[in-house]
């Protein structure tokens, strides 16, 4: 369903005016059979994600509304709009099937909202056939009173859209949307390991690969001597801004590079080919842990050719190296798409503050197009059992709860 309640009033009537929240959903009325499913996922994280106020999710013709305390809309509002699977929220006034009720509400919230001469126009929606008045016959009468209120019509382009809605047991006032990300509630299309860097990208990568329906935990490679040391670095934080909004629980591995580190220094290997063996060496370890969690694949915040290291060739060998199938949403973007992005998934600032990775250690210079013979014959001569098993042992795992 389309929003074009995109206005916001100056003014608006006071908040107390709403006693509930409508949660309207686009893609996943789409899904045919799977639709009862979604929508009750869809409710279930919704009410995790409000589970600090007092609210009650039930689903409602087609959407879901949300019962709470008058106070508490403007924030319940805001949080139920930023689940993953929400087309926008609106707040809503419930009003009695009864028509002059109905006009009645449409003048009330145009003279709160608007100043005389303002444009609006009235979308009656009557899912209730036995409504003794049609849509249109409600859009008229509520028209004429909204115009002698000082309204101007214009149907197609209204500053003040007031939506009407009818259905059996009650009737709603609707008020101005709030936007959704969309997509598919969290879960609903299984479970992914994210490689979580910290920098820009991967936290992007991360929020796409979730708005799709994916529940995501996330492995994090440090440079500390301890996991524990590794906690109190931002990257549970930035883990925990992801998570927090959806109102679900992740899992985050923070695993130590050192034992890679050793290895490499007892071997001689070129310096150009580090970075690669670095790389493949992380996919290994990510793929043994995700399938020990039931994910099904993993996902990297590289985009093609945006450094040295993500040359197709590049790209390629690591993809050799992992056992699960590696999903790179950032894959095409441009670097300003991915900032922008990261700007308003609120990502941004904790990125790009300073921080020690593990890749910035490795070898700045890697080879652009690195023979994958040659990789595989660098790797034999490295204790890949021995930096696996030691790797995986001193590997933390933390739950981040929302
Ligand atoms: P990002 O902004 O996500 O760090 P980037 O453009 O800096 O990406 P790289 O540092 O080359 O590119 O990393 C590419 C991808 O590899 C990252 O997006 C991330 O998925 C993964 N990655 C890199 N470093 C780490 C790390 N220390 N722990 C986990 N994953 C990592
Ligand atoms: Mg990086």
């Known amino acids: 369903m389309e929003s074009d309640n995109r206005q916001s009033s100056p003014e608006g009537p006071p908040s107390y005016y709403w006693d509930a929240v409508a949660v309207h959903f686009s893609e996943i009325a789409l899904k045919g059979g799977n639709r009862r499913s979604f929508t009750q996922r869809l409710r279930n994280n919704i009410s995790a994600a409000l589970t600090r106020y007092d609210a009650a999710v039930r689903a409602y013709h087609e959407k879901l509304l949300i019962d709470c305390p008058r106070d508490e809309v403007p924030r319940i509002l805001k949080a139920a709009a930023a689940v993953f699977g929400v087309a926008y929220a609106a707040p809503v006034r419930t009003l009695r099937r009864d028509i002059q009720e109905l006009i009645r509400a449409a003048v009330d919230y145009f003279r709160a909202s608007a100043s005389p001469g303002t444009t609006f126009a009235i979308r009656a929606h009557r899912s209730d056939k036995k409504f003794p008045h049609s849509s249109r016959e409600i859009a008229e009468l509520a ?24 259905f059996p047991e009650a009737a709603y006032l609707e008020g ?14 299984g479970r992914v390991l994210s490689l979580f860097s910290g920098g820009i990208d991967s936290p992007v990568a991360a929020w796409l690969i979730m708005r799709r329906g994916c529940r995501a935990d996330f492995i994090h490679f440090h440079t500390y001597p301890t996991g524990e040391a590794a906690q109190t670095s931002k990257i549970p934080q930035m883990v925990k ?13 923070l695993t130590p590079y050192h034992h890679f580190q050793a290895a490499l220094m007892q071997q001689h290997v070129p310096q150009n080919y580090e970075l690669i063996l670095f790389r493949r060496f992380m996919m290994r370890i990510a793929a043994r842990i995700a399938s020990e969690h039931d994910a099904v694949a993993l996902v990297t915040g590289d985009n093609l050719a945006q450094v040295a290291s993500q040359t197709t060739a590049n790209l390629i060998a690591c993809d050799q190296a992992a056992t699960l199938p590696v999903w790179r949403p950032l894959l095409a973007f441009n670097k ?33 197009r690195p023979r994958l013979q040659t990789v595989l014959h660098l790797e034999r001569r490295l204790p890949l059992d021995e930096m696996t098993a030691g790797t995986l042992d001193d590997t933390t795992q933390l739950k981040i709860e929302p």
Request: proline fraction near 11%.
């Open 336 to 368: 300003d798409e991915i900032i922008s992005r990261a700007v308003a998934i609120g990502t941004y600032e904790s990125s790009i503050e300073a921080y020690k990775d593990c890749c910035s250690l490795v070898s700045r210079h890697p080879l652009t």
């Open 143 to 166: 028209g004429a009173a909204v115009c002698r209120a000082g309204g101007t019509v214009d149907l197609n382009n209204p500053a003040l859209p007031i939506i009407l809605r009818i």
């Open 241 to 253: 801004s992801l998570v927090q909004p959806q109102g679900l629980p992740a899992r985050l591995f």
């Open 176 to 189: 101005p949307h709030t936007p959704g990300p969309g997509g598919l509630p969290l879960g609903a299309t």
